[in-house]
T-cell receptor, first 112, second 110 residues
C-alpha cells in the first residue's frame, strides 16, 4: 500500500529565515505530487504540482518554490519567510491520470 | 461566483440524526467530484467519490446534479465520530487539479 510522509510536523520560524519542508511517497511510482497551504479559517490553496522529476508548475506567485529531485520526493522551500506564510502545509499525491488525491499529515508552520 | 461553495455551518445534530450537506460548483466542464473529511488540525481524507448516478457507502450517500452544478452528501444515523469538517471537491484546473470548498463543519452531540 502507499504511504506519504511529511516532516517536520510543526515548525516555528522567524520572519526572514529560510524554509525547507519535505514530502516523500512510498509504494507507488511516478505519482503526481502537490503542495497545498491551508490558512486559518480558509480553504486549501494549491501552491505547486509536479507530474515528474524536475517538472514543477506553480499555481500562485509567491516567495515559495518547489523542487522534485527524485520520483517520490517533493520539497517546498523559501529563502525568506514572511508572516503571511504561516499556515498548514499539506503534501498530496495521486496516480498519474487520476484525480483522487491522498494527503500527508501536514506541517504546521508559524512564522513569528 | 466562487468556484466551489458550501454552507460553512456549523451543523449541530444529535446522535442518530440524518444530516445533508450541499455544494455548488461554477465550472460546468468539471468531470470529477469528491467529498473529503477533515478532522480538527488533521489532513483531509477522501470520504467518497461522487458519480453521476449517485452512490452510497454505508450510511453515506452522495448525489450529483450536473444540470444544476450541485453536489450533496447525506449522512444517516449520525455517530459522534462523524464530527468533522466535510469538504466538497471538484476538478477544475489543468493536470487534474482539484478545487476545494471551504468545508461544512458537523458536530454530532450525544
Amino acid at each position: 500500500s502507499q504511504t506519504i510522509h511529511q516532516w517536520p510536523a510543526t515548525l516555528v520560524q522567524p520572519v526572514g529565515s529560510p524554509l525547507s519542508l519535505e514530502c516523500t511517497v512510498e509504494g507507488t511510482s511516478n505519482p503526481n505530487l502537490y503542495w497545498y497551504r491551508q490558512a486559518a479559517g480558509r480553504g486549501l490553496q494549491l501552491l505547486f504540482y509536479s507530474v515528474g522529476i524536475g517538472q514543477i508548475s506553480s499555481e500562485v506567485p509567491q516567495n515559495l518554490s518547489a523542487s522534485r529531485p527524485q520520483d517520490r520526493q517533493f520539497i517546498l522551500s523559501s529563502k525568506k519567510l514572511l508572516l503571511s506564510d504561516s499556515g498548514f502545509y499539506l503534501c498530496a499525491w495521486s496516480h498519474s491520470g487520476n484525480y483522487e488525491q491522498y494527503f500527508g499529515p501536514g506541517t504546521r508552520l508559524t512564522v513569528t | 461566483r466562487k468556484e466551489v461553495e458550501q454552507d460553512p455551518g456549523p451543523f449541530n445534530v444529535p446522535e442518530g440524526a440524518t444530516v445533508a450537506f450541499n455544494c455548488t460548483y461554477s465550472n460546468s466542464a468539471s468531470q470529477s467530484f469528491f467529498w473529503y473529511r477533515q478532522d480538527c488540525r488533521k489532513e483531509p481524507k477522501l470520504l467518497m467519490s461522487v458519480y453521476s448516478s449517485g452512490n452510497e457507502d454505508g450510511r453515506f450517500t452522495a448525489q450529483l446534479n450536473r444540470a444544476s452544478q450541485y453536489i450533496s452528501l447525506l449522512i444517516r444515523d449520525s455517530k459522534l465520530s462523524d464530527s468533522a469538517t466535510y469538504l466538497c471537491v471538484v476538478n477544475g484546473g489543468s493536470q487534474g487539479n482539484l478545487i476545494f470548498g471551504k468545508g461544512t463543519k458537523l458536530s454530532v452531540k450525544p
